[in-house]
């Protein structure tokens, strides 16, 4: 039994007639670059996310980047991001020139809390970046609440959280990346709705910001060889956006796929001492990027080398908060220590979690954690 964290291929060889003609209809028309699909594509996202706009780009990364300078935020401005989340979320605001504000996460979710994101507004902030992590929303309503007493942006990082959808407490359902001025997707392969190469979207509600953010992905230009602000070039391929159609389809059924097997890992680990599985916030469904686990009592390298002996892989999703990574060094103001950022990332353990997961290998993965809790 090969087991892995992901099964691209497994995946692949289910739609493999539908990805194939996909993939030669765009050979065949040689428009490679903004070919049709590209725009089918855009619509299509637009019709499964609800939201007004969906503007392609190139990958998540830019989306996040094109947000930002849609947004005319200055060099000293701050933005506020969490502390546990991958770095790309942090890494663009830098990049501008932009101050990086990390905050701590919550325990329970793993994404960031108002709160935090409260002591650390200053007179500076422009924006908050929640990042949806694993699958699962942020606390959006209080953040919205939060952002516009303040007269901050929110640009929501919905890179792991496709189809995810959050309930208001009036009862009210959007999905992740449609309630803030901005979201932004990645479709990177293993990503929940992920093509076969790079990818990444943007979505928003807001006329003006979709028109500022189109033109700024094709390097500033309003019309052709006119150029009204500094942009850069970042196209979503006609390739990519053709299989990412074919994908979408599927998105719906993926996520639930994701859902039954993270049903099958609470059922089989419930009892487990030295585990505490992922918490499930009222507020949010959870697409399951990730089914991460906290392994407590100091044990989580133990039984990531036990697992691994089993043949059985798992991640380490992140093994260090933002703000001690040497690349935000002298750049991030310093805020709070990620105390709880800290203590996840000696805890955390992702587990395997992908459409292709069987009910004999999860079976085998409960049973060798059983036993591991056990001994
Ligand atoms: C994957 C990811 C990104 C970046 O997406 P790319 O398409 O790889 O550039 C950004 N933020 C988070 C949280 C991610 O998981």
């Given at each position: 039994?090969?087991?892995?964290?992901?099964?691209?291929?497994?995946?692949y060889l289910k739609i493999k007639p539908e990805i194939d003609g996909?993939?030669?209809?765009?050979?065949?028309?040689?428009?490679?670059?903004?070919?049709?699909?590209?725009?089918?594509?855009?619509?299509?996202?637009?019709?499964?996310?609800?939201?007004?706009?969906?503007?392609?780009?190139?990958?998540?990364?830019?989306?996040?980047?094109?947000?930002?300078?849609?947004?005319?935020?200055?060099?000293?401005?701050?933005?506020?991001?969490?502390?546990?989340?991958?770095?790309?979320?942090?890494?663009?605001?830098?990049?501008?020139?932009?101050?990086?504000?990390?905050?701590?996460?919550?325990?329970?979710?793993?994404?960031?809390?108002?709160?935090?994101?409260?002591?650390?507004?200053?007179?500076?902030?422009?924006?908050?970046?929640?990042?949806?992590?694993?699958?699962?929303?942020?606390?959006?309503?209080?953040?919205?609440?939060?952002?516009?007493?303040?007269?901050?942006?929110?640009?929501?990082?919905?890179?792991?959280?496709?189809?995810?959808?959050?309930?208001?407490?009036?009862?009210?359902?959007?999905?992740?990346?449609?309630?803030?001025?901005?979201?932004?997707?990645?479709?990177?392969?293993?990503?929940?709705?992920?093509?076969?190469?790079?990818?990444?979207?943007?979505?928003?509600?807001?006329?003006?910001?979709?028109?500022?953010?189109?033109?700024?992905?094709?390097?500033?230009?309003?019309?052709?060889?006119?150029?009204?602000?500094?942009?850069?070039?970042?196209?979503?391929?006609?390739?990519?956006?053709?299989?990412?159609?074919?994908?979408?389809?599927?998105?719906?059924?993926?996520?639930?796929?994701?859902?039954?097997?993270?049903?099958?890992?609470?059922?089989?680990?419930?009892?487990?001492?030295?585990?505490?599985?992922?918490?499930?916030?009222?507020?949010?469904?959870?697409?399951?990027?990730?089914?991460?686990?906290?392994?407590?009592?100091?044990?989580?390298?133990?039984?990531?080398?036990?697992?691994?002996?089993?043949?059985?892989?798992?991640?380490?999703?992140?093994?260090?908060?933002?703000?001690?990574?040497?690349?935000?060094?002298?750049?991030?103001?310093?805020?709070?220590?990620?105390?709880?950022?800290?203590?996840?990332?000696?805890?955390?353990?992702?587990?395997?979690?992908?459409?292709?997961?069987?009910?004999?290998?999860?079976?085998?993965?409960?049973?060798?954690?059983?036993?591991?809790?056990?001994?």
């Amino acid at each position: 039994m090969q087991i892995s964290m992901v099964d691209l291929k497994g995946q692949y060889l289910k739609i493999k007639p539908e990805i194939d003609g996909a993939i030669q209809s765009v050979v065949d028309s040689c428009a490679f670059i903004n070919g049709l699909p590209v725009g089918t594509f855009a619509a299509d996202l637009e019709s499964y996310t609800g939201a007004r706009h969906v503007i392609p780009v190139a990958n998540g990364t830019d989306a996040l980047q094109i947000a930002l300078m849609a947004l005319r935020l200055q060099p000293g401005d701050e933005v506020i991001v969490p502390s546990f989340t991958y770095i790309a979320s942090a890494e663009v605001v830098a990049l501008l020139g932009l101050v990086p504000v990390m905050v701590d996460v919550d325990y329970h979710s793993f994404n960031i809390t108002v709160a935090n994101i409260q002591k650390a507004v200053t007179s500076k902030t422009k924006a908050i970046i929640p990042v949806h992590l694993f699958g699962q929303s942020c606390p959006m309503e209080e953040i919205l609440k939060l952002a516009e007493a303040d007269g901050l942006f929110v640009v929501e990082d919905n890179a792991q959280a496709i189809g995810s959808v959050y309930t208001f407490s009036d009862g009210r359902q959007l999905q992740t990346g449609t309630m803030g001025h901005f979201g932004c997707i990645s479709f990177f392969p293993t990503k929940n709705l992920g093509c076969m190469g790079d990818g990444g979207a943007l979505l928003t509600n807001n006329d003006e910001l979709a028109f500022r953010a189109k033109m700024i992905a094709c390097h500033g230009q309003s019309k052709k060889y006119i150029h009204d602000v500094v942009g850069c070039n970042s196209r979503l391929d006609t390739i990519q956006a053709a299989i990412l159609s074919v994908k979408l389809h599927h998105l719906n059924n993926y996520i639930h796929i994701r859902q039954q097997a993270a049903k099958r890992y609470y059922k089989g680990l419930s009892e487990v001492k030295s585990i505490v599985l992922p918490y499930r916030e009222p507020f949010s469904t959870h697409v399951f990027h990730q089914f991460t686990l906290k392994v407590i009592d100091g044990k989580r390298d133990e039984l990531r080398t036990y697992l691994a002996a089993q043949g059985i892989p798992s991640m380490i999703y992140y093994p260090l908060p933002l703000q001690r990574q040497n690349a935000f060094m002298g750049i991030a103001r310093e805020g709070e220590e990620p105390t709880i950022s800290e203590l996840l990332s000696r805890q955390v353990l992702s587990l395997p979690m992908h459409t292709e997961l069987t009910e004999e290998i999860q079976a085998y993965i409960i049973n060798k954690i059983r036993k591991y809790d056990g001994r």
